[in-house]
């Protein structure tokens, strides 16, 4: 293979602080000679991949998106469910299939482009779709996505593992968060500039970038130089789940931790009736979309540093306290919509609100994913984790459907309500976790 520029060479070992690029850990010699263009090639594709998600996030574009063209309430509870089962459930199955593979990039390709399209899809019933149909179609557009996400995200990972060595991985996924970050904020800010129009062609042209974000993630891995990997190993997804039902019922700690993971989901279903629910209150005016992505964008920023060390300390703690803040971000949503004044007629209480939930949301994240992997051991960890997301994925889609008719029944306000008590039960729940760590 070719090597190195010496100018590149040098711009990786900035940016990472290595003193020499061809020292690696647990890749090949001709994965760490590529190395350093691999590195640029994986920051171009998470940066893509980053930029398409915020541009077409199922917990605010969205939402947005049905309001504006007038679909039934219901099928916002909807958005979240899909496109997280879409990409937990079929994981087991995919992971054996990839195994086979001696090059896995493919497979994130496949995903990248399928995405891509999915995104242009929206893009034009952005433009076309109302009322029920139009919300329908969306929905179909979305499990799709949702599906080509889950290829993409278990190859991105195996791929990562074998061009990218240990300690050098986290600061390619720093450096990504940190420009797509700040690409993120500028988007919003833009968008309140555009505060007295209308949505319809500026979400178009969200969900166009969103395209493109997926298309530009498409192409750098198919550019990454991977190695052939071996092909054998592969466990059957259907010994996989009976040893991981086996576990559920034997290992109480475990079964306690996803009644506390289910509960928990209410921060997830909460957060786009929130974006809704400002919407409406506000108007459908694109600037206030503009303030939730910039609210949004900085409490992400926020939220890491503020739960990461505390989850070392105790990770049920943090399930706690998120659990507990996520509860209080419903019932003041739902709160300053029953109050009188103007100033309950404007987007900024709601986005305050929603920018919490995002921190509160981010440390349940966190949280369960650090008690889940302290919790196994190092033989059934991989277990451990692939059943915890399974379960999360169908309980996504069950509890979303219920949350879908509630939505229907006792609308935005009320159904908050019903989350908030999710989520306080969540944090009980989590309370009685004992320690792992």
């Known amino acids: ?44 594709a998470s940066l893509g991949n980053k930029l398409a998600d915020e541009f077409s996030s ?23 469910p899909i496109r997280e089962a879409g990409s937990l459930l079929p994981q087991v199955f995919i992971a054996g299939f990839i195994r086979h593979m ?10 990248g482009v399928l995405q891509a399209l999915c995104a242009g899809a929206l893009a034009l019933l952005a433009l076309t779709g109302s009322g029920g149909l139009g919300g329908a179609l969306v929905l179909i557009v979305l499990v799709v996505l949702s599906l080509a996400r889950g290829l993409s995200s278990i190859a991105t990972k195996d791929v990562l593992g074998k061009t990218i060595a240990k300690q050098r991985r986290g600061n390619l996924m720093g450096w990504s968060g940190s420009v797509a970050g700040a690409m993120t904020l500028l988007a919003g800010g833009v968008l309140m500039l555009f505060d007295d129009r209308h949505g319809e062609t500026v979400l178009a042209i969200l969900l166009a970038i969103a395209a493109l974000g997926w298309a530009i993630n498409a192409a750098c891995a198919a550019a990454i130089r991977e190695d052939r990997g071996a092909t054998e190993g592969g466990e059957n997804a259907w010994d996989s789940i009976r040893q991981g039902l086996e576990l559920l019922r034997q290992d109480r700690t475990f079964l306690h931790f996803n009644l506390a993971r289910a509960l928990l989901l209410s921060s997830a279903l909460a957060l786009p009736y929130i974006a809704l629910l400002g919407q409406r209150q506000s108007g459908e005016d694109l600037g206030g979309l503009g303030v939730l992505i910039v609210i949004s964008g900085l409490a992400s920023m926020l939220a890491s540093p503020f739960w990461g060390k505390r ?64 919790m196994a051991g190092r033989d059934d960890r991989a277990l451990y984790v692939a059943l915890s997301n399974t379960l999360t994925g169908l309980l996504m889609l069950i509890v979303g459907a ?35 760590e």
């Open 1 to 44: 293979m070719a090597s190195t520029p010496i100018s590149q060479s040098r711009f990786y070992e900035w940016l990472t602080g290595d003193e020499d690029s061809r020292l690696c850990k647990d890749i090949s010699d001709e994965a760490c000679n590529e190395q350093p263009g691999n590195f640029f090639r994986h920051l171009a």
């Open 58 to 80: 199922a917990r605010l574009v969205l939402p947005w998106l049905l309001g504006v063209i007038g679909a039934p309430l219901w099928m916002v509870g909807l958005l979240v």
């Open 102 to 111: 001696p090059q896995r990039k493919w497979v994130w390709v496949i995903g």
């Open 311 to 374: 989850a070392d300390i105790s990770s049920h703690k943090v399930m706690r306290d998120a659990g507990a803040m996520a509860g209080l971000c419903c019932l003041t949503a739902a709160g300053i919509a029953w109050m009188p004044g103007d100033w309950t007629r404007t987007i900024w209480p709601f986005a305050l609100v929603y920018g919490v939930l995002v921190i509160a949301h981010a440390g349940i994240r966190l949280g369960r994913k650090t008690y889940v992997v302290d």
């Open 402 to 436: 219920i949350i879908g008719v509630l939505a229907q029944w006792l609308g935005s306000t009320g159904l908050l309500l019903v989350l908030s008590l999710c989520a306080f039960a969540a944090s009980v729940t989590a309370q009685r976790l004992p320690q792992v």
